[in-house]
């Protein structure tokens, strides 16, 4: 398979352009990084340098069957793409993943040489990558698309589509200010699948023809028909417990959630247990002198066996804990960058709870609150009432709960729908 820089010179000049701009701009950084580059991070480096500059093992096997890469950009991105790709038969696929956690989660299902980091967006690097795999398909994830990546997808003659499509508020913002160069990039994609009627508009925002885009559903929130429920007795609580589970947390919420419990709640109610997630397990030590800071009484017992409030510093249990819940908080939604995704907790039944700032899921969100199974709070006094009214009234934890699990099963079965029109648009390449 060829690969030669072609396209209308419009094209030819923007592609230049981003080569020289990213460059410029990566460079320094890189330096800088290089020479700070946190501990956490040196374990991703030393096992990723070489595939980021498109340096790859020879690939072999049945070239009978085509291969298709699946760009993920993190861990839950990958996810998502383990939902549909174990869906579809007849294809070899290949997980290029973001980051070293989307890497080895993808290596639990796939083989190890089906799973590599994709390449540094510059075009010898990517140009490197389509020789080295010689792809018939890209599935974009998600929001993870990289202008020269898409360039050298067509320069290959790789059909390219992109699945579980998201485009937050700023994304449009900034699509709308630059319509004809995102225009000219995104007509890279063959099709959108996307997961709502508002992704839609934003692609008819920069000239998206509507009959490239399908409306599928959300398929990080098709979790199936019944949600992986982990016992109560064996994470340390019984079913008296009010346990209210704070995910992902940053340190602005951090401060809320202390404050809004050292108000008097935690004192009054010996039933009331607490876990916090921090969004960076790696900052548990941080989440503790803040929350001894703010309320020194929630981690009086942190030597004991079994501490009213947990701050878990372990990666991948989260999920857990929400299923043991009886109501959730959402971290990031009381600090500037913004809350984490909220359906999670609410397909558990739980109620959903989170501060003003929640405009990357504000598709989520409203449908939450129409249903009436969340609950937005403006400060930390405001979270203790709310935490003090379902502490003391287990019937409206189960009513809002009800309907939060209601709003939060909207979305199953996209995994099934993204991965049939998948399968359509996988055997229409020629062989």
């Given amino acids: 398979m060829a690969y030669l820089p072609v396209g209308h010179s419009h094209k030819v000049i923007i592609r230049i352009l981003y080569n020289i701009v990213y460059a410029v701009l990566l460079a320094p950084f890189a330096a800088v990084f290089a020479a700070a580059m946190p501990l956490r991070l040196r374990r991703e480096f030393n096992a990723s340098w070489k595939e980021r500059l498109g340096i790859y093992p020879p690939q072999s096997g049945d070239s009978s069957l085509p291969s298709v890469i699946v760009r993920c950009a993190s861990l839950g991105e990958t996810k998502v793409a383990l939902r549909f790709i174990q869906k579809i038969s007849g294809c070899r696929f290949i997980i290029a993943a973001g980051t070293l956690s989307a890497r080895d989660c993808a290596r639990q299902y796939l083989n190890e040489r089906d799973v590599v980091f994709t390449p540094v ?41 992109l699945v579980n499509g998201r485009f937050s508020p700023s994304s449009v913002r900034l699509g709308s200010k630059f319509k004809k160069l995102s225009r000219e ?4 994609l063959e099709a959108f699948l996307v997961r709502y009627d508002s992704d839609t508009a934003a692609l008819a925002v920069v000239g998206i023809s509507r009959e490239k885009i399908g409306v599928l559903g959300n398929i990080k929130y098709d979790f199936g028909a019944a949600p992986e429920q982990t016992s109560r007795v064996s994470m340390g609580y019984s079913d008296g417990d009010f346990v209210i589970v704070a995910g992902s947390t940053h340190l602005e919420d951090e401060k809320a959630l202390a404050v809004a419990l050292g108000k008097g709640i935690f004192a009054s109610r010996p039933e009331l247990k607490v876990v916090v997630v921090p969004r960076h397990v790696e900052r548990a030590a941080q989440t503790a002198a803040i929350l001894k800071a703010f309320a020194p009484a929630l981690l009086s017992d942190e030597r004991s066996p079994a501490p009213r409030c947990l701050i878990v510093d372990k990666n991948g249990d989260l999920e857990k804990y929400y299923s043991v819940a009886s109501a959730a908080f959402i971290g990031g939604s009381f600090g500037r960058r913004g809350g984490q995704e909220p359906m999670t907790p609410a397909f ?50 189960a009513a809002v709960g009800k309907k939060a699990k209601s709003a939060a099963m909207a979305d199953v079965g996209a995994a099934s729908r993204a991965a049939e029109r998948l399968r359509e648009f996988i055997e229409r390449i020629p062989r």
Avoid: C
């Fill in 121 to 161: 967006d510059l075009y010898p690097f990517v140009r490197r990558f389509f020789s080295v795999f010689r792809p018939a398909a890209v599935i974009f994830v998600e929001s993870d698309l990289w202008p020269e990546f898409l360039f050298g997808a067509r320069d290959a003659g790789t059909r390219s589509i």
């Fill in 185 to 188: 990039i995104l007509s890279l």
């Fill in 348 to 397: 558990f039944g739980k109620p959903v709870i989170y501060g003003p700032r929640m405009s990357k899921f504000a598709d989520e969100t409203s449908r939450l609150e129409a249903a009436g199974g969340a609950v937005k709070v403006a400060s930390a006094s405001a979270l203790a009432d709310v935490l003090e009214m379902f502490a003391g009234d287990p019937a409206a934890v």
